[in-house]
């Protein structure tokens, strides 16, 4: 804190963390690594557009014209929006999973809104938007996790039909799960065990509660590991186009689906 906060003093007044620092307290997920192995050590700041400040050691000086209307406050430090510190930190990557590790989570924590999300592609600079714009239109379609969007990728390169992915089930109006992946044609569902969330007992149990309660209402559910969509990637479509194959031609689930929320 002492060295963003020697940052902030060296940008000046009415200057704010953006990027990475700024992603840090807001609890939301950073970069694994940059191209060199580590985390980038540098520290973004903004600063109105007429202020004359040069990069230091380590800082980085972002000069705009759209400095965000209301900050964040952590003790003595002033903070970029959410949203805008993800735009700020993503439009430096040069790797669609890690973007997508970081606008998904920042979705999926509810740390901000994916119009909002929006609204800094739309008026943000060109410069390193596509994979943004790529990532963004991920989590619209229901991605929440960087292992959700490599589920995807593998199926995108099948010719297994596209699965929706984050639905909300329900008997009735009885909710029953929210699945990774979802082909309401077929019953099967897909969920993807990370060991992120199981981090307690109460975690390892809702898992068990739901896959029970996805039992009952007879949907056929595939469980693989993030590591096995790397590692076993020929194996995982084979498991998946066998669900779908045993499944055609049953009765269709009385289930209603709502796909994830925009």
Not at 144 to 163: T, V
Not at 169 to 179: E, H
Not at 245 to 257: F, I, M, Q, V, W
Request: charged residues 25%; glycine residues 6%; aromatic residues 4%.
């Amino acid at each position: 804190m002492q060295l963003q906060m020697a940052a902030l003093l060296y940008a000046g007044d009415g200057s704010l963390l953006t990027g990475q620092a700024a992603l840090l307290h807001h609890h939301i997920r950073r970069p694994v690594a940059d191209a060199g192995g580590s985390v980038a050590e540098l520290i973004d700041v903004l600063v109105p557009v007429a202020r004359q400040r040069r990069d230091a050691p380590f800082v980085r000086i972002h000069r705009t014209i759209r400095m965000p209307e209301r900050s964040w406050q952590a003790g003595p430090l002033l903070i970029a929006p959410p949203a805008r510190a993800v735009a700020d930190t993503v439009r430096g990557l040069t790797s669609l999973r890690e973007v997508r590790a970081v606008v998904a989570d920042a979705v999926q924590q509810g740390r901000c809104e994916i119009r909002q999300l929006h609204a800094e592609l739309r008026a943000g600079p060109n410069l390193g938007s596509t994979l943004f714009r790529e990532a963004l239109s991920d989590v619209a379609d229901g991605i929440r996790s960087a292992a959700e969007a490599d589920l995807k990728d593998l199926l995108a390169k099948s010719k297994l039909p596209m699965p929706l992915f984050n639905p909300s089930l329900y008997d009735g109006d009885t909710f029953i799960a929210r699945p990774d992946a979802w082909w309401p044609e077929f019953g099967v569902a897909v969920e993807i065990d990370s060991k992120q969330w199981h981090l307690s007992p109460e975690d390892h149990e809702r898992t068990l509660t739901r896959g029970r309660r996805m039992g009952v209402h007879l949907i056929i559910v595939l469980r693989f590991t993030p590591r096995q969509l790397h590692a076993q990637p020929a194996q995982v479509i084979n498991e998946i186009s066998d669900a779908l194959d045993r499944a055609r031609g049953r009765s269709p689930l009385n289930l209603r689906t709502v796909p994830a929320a925009v």
